[in-house]
């Protein structure tokens, strides 16, 4: 079987995507790192900032105030998960 690279073709596209993928590689561990306190509290604490800008971020393009947190979440495991299997 043959490896094929995962390309981020959906980011002109998708705007999470191309929200996600600006992102550098250590401001994706933070946010990684944020969403594990997050789902082990239930609480953002206010020195989660890397996450919450995230967040804002994507509230202002969706106009929703209770999604963001979890697109957020998925996004960033996406582009995480991308970037490892690409690395491989």
């Known amino acids: 079987m ?3 690279e995962i390309q981020q073709k959906s980011a002109d596209e998708h705007w999470l995507s191309q929200m ?5 590689d250590q401001q994706l561990v933070t946010m990684y790192e944020e969403v594990c306190i997050f789902r082990k509290t239930g609480v953002i604490p206010k020195e989660c900032q890397t996450l919450r800008d995230l967040a804002r971020e994507i509230q202002a ?8 947190l979890r697109m957020a979440e998925d996004a960033l495991l996406y582009e995480m998960s991308r970037r490892y299997y690409n690395a491989m």
Do not use: E, G, L, M
């Open 61 to 68: 393009v969706t106009k929703a105030d209770n999604i963001q």
């Open 20 to 24: 996600v993928a600006n992102k550098t």
């Open 2 to 4: 043959v490896k094929k």
